[in-house]
């Protein structure tokens, strides 16, 4: 028999997992709220006006070949990330103190980064908040690193835990690594506000903990792309250093072309060039050089100023629809008189509700109404309509009831 025999059938992840299962029913009221995508009024993914425009332009030159990248990939798409997220008035990248690669989206950039600080970092701890991104705590541990938690969430009021989150990094050992979600944090939707995160800033430089932000979501929690990278800018303009993983997969509609960066801004123009050489050696025996199609839209559309203000609105429409949802599933809530506050749904932002519905509640909402969402109570916004919200209001309702 198989020499495999012995492998014993894994679970499915548990956000991906849930798509799974949407796809097994074929019940004609069932709803997709787990997976983090956008989808239209339509309940259709949606590929931007001007992503399908980039495209018919790459298409169209014919001077364009499929030789591999290099090992960091296109050089003008890691500048243009380096600056959408940094700002094009960035000190960092004007002193040249900033190395960007491509990477596969926002986990091959984690995974990427986190693998370098194993092998060159002398502290072998990240603390992650909690709750956060399932995929999190596996990317980190993989790559070698030892993973604790900081206490970010609030279950009671919704919002946020700061002072437990600043006791937490305040105890953390001098030098760990802290991972931070630079703007509409995964699950729960809630932020801090700047003036919480000046006060994370000091107390992080304070004790030179090091920050990894994780930039999944930019331009889709304010609908404005410089406004959901302050978090960000705030510390580096501090001079200080920092890793950052930026995804384009939501806010350009991107997911499956696998296109991010990995960005290390260091406190000297040579040690970033140092630093690059080491990424090198990371991604070459783990994905040699990377994907070229998706990282040439993004460039097209970045270096084109008409292009990257047509983006922009789609990005902001994108977020609205998302900011629309949240103000007619709460109406619809209050209209029902559901018990309990649901204002948490109009206070959090971007892509997630993070409803405080339970394990149980949920499973009754999947048999039930055929609502499909994350066990930990987590609601994608981006799966809901106009003509589904009240089907997800009717289940709410009677789960709570
Ligand atoms: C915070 C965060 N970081 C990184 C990623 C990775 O994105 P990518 O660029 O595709 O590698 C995601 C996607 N998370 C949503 C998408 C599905 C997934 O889990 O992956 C989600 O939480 O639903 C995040 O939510």
């Known amino acids: 028999d198989s020499v495999f025999s012995h492998v014993v059938r894994a679970p499915e992840d548990p956000i991906l997992g849930v798509t799974v299962a949407y796809n097994k029913d074929p019940s004609p009221v069932k709803l997709n709220l787990g997976v983090g995508a956008y989808r239209t009024e339509e309940g259709k993914p949606l590929v931007l006006n001007v992503v399908r425009k980039a495209e018919q332009m790459l298409l169209n030159d014919k001077s364009r070949v499929k030789e591999y990248l290099p090992i960091v990939g296109i050089a003008e798409f890691n500048k243009l990330s380096a600056k959408l997220i940094f700002g094009a008035d960035s000190p960092a990248i004007r002193e040249n103190r900033v190395t960007t690669v491509q990477c596969l989206s926002g986990t091959g950039s984690l995974r990427v980064g986190a693998e370098f600080l ?9 603390y992650i908040p ?48 802290v991972l931070l979600h630079a703007c509409a944090h995964n699950p729960t939707g809630v932020d801090p506000t700047l003036q919480q995160w000046e006060q994370i800033r000091q107390l992080m430089r304070s004790k030179a ?29 501090d001079g200080g250093e920092c890793f950052v993983a930026q995804s384009y997969a939501k806010n350009m509609g991107l997911y499956g072309e696998r296109v991010g960066a990995l960005s290390v801004v260091c406190r000297a123009a040579d040690v970033a060039s140092k630093v690059e050489s080491q990424l090198k050696l990371v991604i070459r025996p783990m994905f040699s050089n990377p994907p070229i199609h998706g990282a040439s839209i993004v460039v097209t559309i970045l270096k ?23 103000k007619q599933l709460f109406d619809a809530l209050r209209a029902r008189g559901t018990p309990g506050d649901w204002s948490h749904i109009i206070k959090q932002i971007g892509m997630f509700t993070f409803t405080g519905l339970n394990s149980k509640q949920v499973e009754f909402m999947t048999r039930e109404y055929h609502i499909y969402m994350t066990s930990d109570g987590r609601i994608s916004m981006a799966g809901l309509s106009s003509k589904t919200v009240p089907h997800l209001a009717d289940a709410i309702h009677d789960a709570v009831t």
Do not use: C
């Open 118 to 126: 194993a092998r060159h970092y002398h502290q072998k701890t990240i």
């Open 130 to 177: 909690q709750p956060t991104w399932g995929n999190h705590p596996k990317v980190f541990t993989l790559a070698g690193l030892s993973v604790k938690t900081y206490r970010y969430y609030d279950p009671t009021t919704r919002g946020m835990n700061f002072q437990g989150l600043l006791e937490d990094l305040g105890s953390a050992p001098s030098g760990s690594i």
């Open 209 to 237: 903990l090091l920050p990894f932000f994780d930039s999944a979501y930019q331009g889709f929690a304010s609908g404005n792309l410089d406004e959901d990278a302050q978090s960000i800018r705030m510390f580096v303009a």
């Open 304 to 326: 084109d100023s008409n292009m990257f203000n047509e983006w922009t609105i789609e990005l902001k429409a994108m977020a609205d629809r998302i900011i629309s949802m949240r």
